[in-house]
């Protein structure tokens, strides 16, 4: 799928982040049990193309754009950190009247859901972090470089263009897809898409994971992690699953941070059994 036609398929709703009404663009699908995927920086909800959309024959799958990136609001003025996303996920249910839910996290988004589940435990009935952000694991020294004042201000478009183009490509196992490279880039390829991406790598905080506990999580958790990552290494998810009461891992291998485009196959099956289970575990 191309990342115009995912964007055509998107809806939109405006919900209000610490006072400000903002448009969140997500996509919403299928009928059942309610999944929410989140993902992270510098991606986009297309990141979730080919998994959430071949689960809308069994369950309702809402897959949000997080505010500052993809198809949501992008315009300056508001705290773009996984605090501030985590309220925006909340309003965005609350609204579309959804839960509780499966949530599924990818990167930042993994630790928006970290804080969710903590936060609003009977909201959350389970919960998949994939090569997520946690503790003091992040961020990266390339994106709180990006999102130094200076280093946007010296930054034209194309520069960025080329910047994300290698960091996506790298970031596989193997040679990259280009409808994913492309669509990854597309939502920055403008001068207020610059801006936004800058705005949002200075909103990662460390202090936003270190200040929650992942073991007063009550929801049943998948680790469904990438092995080979070089950016949150599975030691961080060995580390969660210790911490989480109800926690598995499954580290999928050869795969490295983009482990939904490196092992979409094994992720759809991996996601599709721990969704059947869960849910089959709620008709008993």
């Given at each position: 799928?191309?990342?115009?036609?995912?964007?055509?398929e998107q809806e939109s709703a405006t919900v209000a982040v610490d006072g400000h009404d903002l448009d969140v663009a997500y996509y919403d699908a299928g009928e059942g049990e309610p999944v929410v995927f989140c993902h992270g920086i510098p991606t986009s909800s297309f990141l979730?193309?080919?998994?959430?959309?071949?689960?809308?024959?069994?369950?309702?799958?809402?897959v949000p754009d997080m505010i500052g990136y993809g198809n949501s609001a992008q315009h300056?003025?508001?705290?773009?950190?996984i605090r501030a996303q985590e309220a925006m996920i909340s309003g965005l249910l609350d609204q579309l009247d959804v839960g509780p839910v499966t949530f599924v996290g990818h990167d930042l988004g993994g630790g928006v859901g970290l804080r969710y589940a903590v936060h609003e435990p009977e909201a959350v009935d389970s919960l998949v972090l994939s090569n997520a952000?946690?503790?003091?694991s992040w961020p990266i020294e390339t994106i709180v470089d990006l999102g130094l004042p200076s280093t946007v201000e010296s930054m034209s478009v194309d520069?960025?263009?080329?910047?994300?183009?290698?960091?996506?490509?790298?970031?596989?196992?193997?040679?990259?897809?280009?409808?994913?490279?492309?669509?990854?880039?597309?939502?920055?390829?403008?001068?207020e898409g610059l801006i936004s991406l800058s705005r949002n790598a200075?909103?990662?905080?460390?202090?936003?994971?270190?200040?929650?506990?992942?073991?007063?999580?009550?929801?049943?958790?998948?680790?469904?992690?990438?092995?080979?990552?070089?950016?949150?290494?599975?030691s961080y998810a060995e580390r969660l699953e210790s911490d989480i009461p109800d926690a598995e891992?499954?580290?999928?291998?050869?795969?490295?941070?983009?482990?939904?485009?490196d092992q979409t196959d094994a992720y759809r099956r991996e996601l599709r059994l721990f969704l059947d289970n869960q849910t089959e575990g709620i008709s008993n």
């Open positions: 799928m191309e990342y115009d036609t995912w964007s055509t979730w193309r080919e998994v959430a959309t071949a689960l809308t024959g069994e369950y309702r799958v809402i300056d003025g508001f705290d773009r950190s952000v946690c503790y003091d520069d960025l263009q080329e910047m994300l183009d290698e960091m996506f490509r790298e970031g596989v196992v193997g040679e990259a897809d280009d409808a994913f490279i492309e669509g990854m880039k597309a939502p920055w390829n403008s001068e200075i909103g990662t905080n460390t202090s936003h994971t270190t200040e929650v506990d992942p073991s007063e999580i009550e929801a049943t958790t998948l680790l469904l992690w990438g092995a080979d990552d070089e950016f949150q290494p599975i891992l499954v580290g999928l291998d050869p795969a490295n941070h983009w482990v939904v485009e």
